[in-house]
Nanobody
Framework: QVELVESGGGLVQPGGSLRLSCAAS????????MGWHRQVPGKQRELVAS??????SYADSVKGRFTLSRDNAKNTVYLQMNSLKPEDTAVYYC??????????????WGQGTQVSVSS
């Protein structure tokens, strides 16, 4: 079993910053992909940023404002969000694709953390 613990959401004014973190623990042989998605009510969940094999990709809407980083020793991924806009308001979900101890791939989601950008 794998557990994802998210933290860092909250309420911030437009132009402000927040940092999300997601720590993975459990029966993990290796982590293949780590990333963040977000969802607003009535819309599909969308990819915000992800990292795999040392490469990082971002949604066009957050390029230049958000920075994804990863601490392999801690199995933790961070999302630094700067210059936040009201349209960034959403529930943010951590997602990992792992190789399990003993083999096999598995996909896990965090419980979600609310990010609200409002004056």
């Amino acid at each position: 079993q794998v557990e994802l613990v998210e933290s860092g959401g909250g309420l911030v004014q437009p132009g402000g910053s927040l940092r999300l973190s997601c720590a993975a623990s459990g029966s993990i042989f290796s982590i293949n992909v780590m990333g963040w998605h977000r969802q607003v009510p009535g819309k599909q969940r969308e990819l915000v940023a992800s990292t795999s094999g040392g490469r990082i990709s971002y949604a066009d809407s957050v390029k230049g404002r958000f920075t994804l980083s990863r601490d392999n020793a801690k199995n933790t991924v961070y999302l630094q969000m700067n210059s936040l806009k009201p349209e960034d308001t959403a529930v943010y979900y951590c997602n990992v694709l792992i190789t399990r101890i003993g083999g096999g791939l598995a996909d896990y989601w965090g419980q979600g953390t609310q990010v609200s950008v409002s004056s």
